[in-house]
C-alpha cells in the first residue's frame, strides 16, 4: 500500500470493504440476476470494489417502488417546506462527509481529491441547498377568462404547477456526485420520485449519496439508485410508467435516449456535447487569459462537455499567445488524483484513453502540429499529455468532433473578418468564452454566439441560479437555474361561478 493510500480516510476503506448493492423501495438489495461488475481506479487500471449489476427486472422494480412512493406514500402528503428541509439536510450531510466523498470520487474518476472535495462535493451540497428553497416557491397564476361564448357569466380560473410524477434519469462518468445533485435535487423539490442510473464507470459517490437520503428521513422508494449498462439506461429511457427521462452525456447517445422515450411520449431533457470555442482578443489581459484558457481545457482533465476545446487567438498575438499556452500547460503535474500534488489526473478509461490518442494521431496524421504534448504519458494508468495542437483546418476530426480529453485546437482569426461565424461553426453550442478588455467588445460578442453559457475573462463560470444548457445538439433544457421547469407541469383550473 503507497503512503498516499494510507491517507484514505477510514469511511472510504469501509466502505470499499464489500460488494456494493442497489438502492430500491429504500433497501440496499442485490441485484435481481445476483450479477456485479467491477469499478476501476484509472490511475492504476485496478479493481476497487464490485458493484450490484442492474438490469432490466431491478429497472422495473425501481419503477414500481417509486411510484408507489408518488402515489400512495407519504411523500406525496409532505408540504413544501418539509421537502425543502429534507432536501437541505441532504446538502449539509454533502458537506459534512466532503472529504470522502472527495477521496471517492478520485478513486473512481480519477480526478484530483482536493479538487474532488472543494468543487465536485462542495458544490454539490450548494444544488441540494439551493434546490430546497424552491420548493416552497412552486406558485400558480389567477385568471380572469373573457369567455365570449358565455355572456353574463362569471368564473374563478387559476393555474397549479404539478410534479410529472416518476421520474429517470442517467447522469455520466465526468462528474458523477455533481450530476447526481443536479438531477435529483430539483426533481425532488418540484415532488416527484426518481429513479437514477449512473454511468457504469463511476457509480460510487452516487451510491453514497444515496445512504444518505435515508438519513436525513426521506420516505422509501422517494429515490432509487440501479448501477448498470446501457442495457439499463435503455429500459429506463422506454419504460411505460416514467413520466419523464433526464440524461446527461454524449449527443450520439442522447438521440438514442430520445428514441427510446418515443413509446409512451414522456417528457425529456438532455445535457448533451460540446466543441467550445474560447476566444482572446488581442487587448486581453493575458495575466488571466493564460492560465484561464489552459483551465478550460485541462479542468476535469479535459473530461468535461463545456472545455473550451477550439481556441481563437488575434492573428497578431497568436504565435505568442498559444507559444505562452503551451508552456503553461506543459508545467501541468500529471499523477493520480490522491496526490495534493497532482493537477492533471488519469482518464476515466481504456477505451477513453485509445479514444484521445486515437485522436491525436489522426490530428498530426493530417498536418495539424503540437506545441506540447500529443502522446500518452506514462505506461500505468490512463494518462495523456495535455496537448496545444496548431496548423488545424476546419474540416480536421480534431477541431469538429468532441475530444473528451485534454486538447486543445488553435486557430487564428482577424479582426476586420471577424471570430462569430468560425466559433459558431459547430454542431454543438454549449459554453464560450471571451477574452477581452473592451466591455462593448465583449457584449456584442456574447450576444452573437450561439452557445447556452458564455464567460467572459473567466471559464467555467458557474453558479447554482444560472441556467446551464445548450443551444443547438448540445441539448434540450436547463438546469440547475433553470431546473425547476424540467420537473413541473401547468394544470388549469376554470370554476363557473354562476
Known amino acids: 500500500m503507497t503512503t498516499i493510500e494510507h491517507q484514505l480516510h477510514p469511511e472510504v476503506r469501509k466502505f470499499l470493504a464489500g460488494p456494493r448493492p442497489l438502492l430500491i423501495d429504500g433497501e440496499w438489495v442485490p441485484a435481481a440476476s445476483g450479477k456485479t461488475f467491477p469499478t476501476f481506479d484509472p490511475a492504476s487500471g485496478e479493481v476497487l470494489v464490485q458493484v450490484a449489476h442492474g438490469e432490466a427486472e431491478d429497472i422495473a422494480r425501481a419503477v414500481r417502488a417509486a411510484r408507489r412512493a408518488f402515489e400512495s406514500g407519504p411523500w406525496g402528503r409532505l408540504k413544501p417546506n418539509q421537502r425543502e428541509q429534507l432536501l437541505w439536510r441532504v446538502g449539509d ?23 474532488a472535495q472543494i468543487v465536485d462535493a462542495g458544490w454539490a451540497g450548494d444544488i441540494f441547498r439551493y434546490s430546497a428553497g424552491w420548493a416552497t ?51 425532488l423539490a418540484a415532488g416527484n420520485t426518481v429513479i437514477l442510473k449512473p454511468a457504469e464507470e463511476t457509480p460510487l459517490t452516487t451510491l453514497l449519496l444515496g445512504e444518505l437520503f435515508a438519513e436525513a428521513g426521506f420516505p422509501p ?37 430520445l428514441a427510446a422515450a418515443g413509446g409512451n411520449l414522456k417528457k425529456v431533457s438532455l445535457e448533451l456535447g460540446g466543441k467550445s470555442p474560447n476566444i482572446v482578443f488581442a487587448d486581453a489581459d493575458w495575466e488571466i487569459a493564460v492560465p484561464g484558457s489552459v483551465d478550460a481545457v485541462l ?55 485509445d479514444r484521445v490518442t486515437g485522436y491525436l494521431a489522426q490530428g498530426l496524421s493530417d498536418g ?39 486538447v486543445v485546437v488553435a486557430s487564428p482569426f482577424d479582426a476586420e473578418t471577424g471570430v462569430i461565424a468560425d466559433a459558431n461553426d459547430s454542431i454543438y453550442g454549449l459554453a464560450a468564452g471571451i477574452w477581452t478588455g473592451d466591455l462593448s467588445k465583449a457584449h456584442l460578442t456574447a450576444r452573437a454566439l450561439r452557445a447556452g453559457s458564455v464567460w467572459v475573462n473567466q471559464y467555467n463560470g458557474f453558479d447554482s441560479a444560472l441556467p446551464f444548457g445548450g443551444y443547438k445538439q448540445s441539448g434540450w433544457g436547463r438546469e440547475l437555474g433553470g431546473a425547476l421547469d424540467l420537473y413541473l407541469q401547468t394544470k388549469a383550473v376554470n370554476i363557473k361561478l354562476r
Not at 488575434?314 to 495534493?340: H, K, M, R, S, W
Request: proline share 7%; charged share 20%; aromatic share 8%.
Open 93 to 115: 450531510l454533502i458537506t459534512e462527509r466532503a472529504e470522502v466523498f472527495g477521496q471517492l470520487e478520485s478513486l473512481d474518476n480519477g480526478k484530483s481529491a482536493v479538487i
Open 137 to 187: 416557491k412552486i406558485t400558480g397564476t389567477t385568471v380572469q377568462p373573457a369567455m365570449p361564448f358565455a355572456p353574463g357569466a362569471d368564473f374563478h380560473a387559476y393555474t397549479l404547477r404539478e410534479p410529472l410524477g416518476v421520474v429517470g434519469q442517467i447522469t455520466p462518468w465526468n462528474f458523477p456526485l455533481l450530476m447526481a445533485a443536479m438531477k435529483i435535487a430539483p426533481a
Open 221 to 257: 422508494g422517494v429515490v432509487n439508485i440501479v448501477p448498470g449498462f446501457g442495457d439499463a439506461g435503455a429500459v429506463l429511457a422506454a419504460h411505460p410508467d416514467v413520466d419523464k427521462i433526464a440524461f446527461t452525456g454524449s449527443t450520439e447517445v442522447g438521440k438514442k435516449v
Open 299 to 353: 479542468f476535469n482533465h479535459g473530461q468535461s462537455c463545456v472545455a473550451g476545446t477550439r481556441l481563437f487567438v488575434e492573428d497578431t498575438i497568436f504565435d505568442d499567445f498559444t507559444a505562452a499556452v503551451a508552456e503553461a500547460a506543459a508545467q501541468v503535474q500529471i499523477g493520480p488524483g490522491l496526490d495534493p500534488a497532482t493537477q492533471l489526473g488519469p482518464l476515466i478509461s481504456q477505451d477513453q484513453l
Open 368 to 406: 495539424s502540429r503540437a506545441l506540447t504534448g500529443g502522446r500518452r504519458h506514462g505506461d500505468t494508468g490512463y494518462f495523456v499529455e495535455p496537448t496545444v495542437l496548431v496548423d488545424v483546418r476546419p474540416e480536421m476530426s480534431v477541431v469538429r468532433e468532441e475530444i473528451f480529453g485534454p
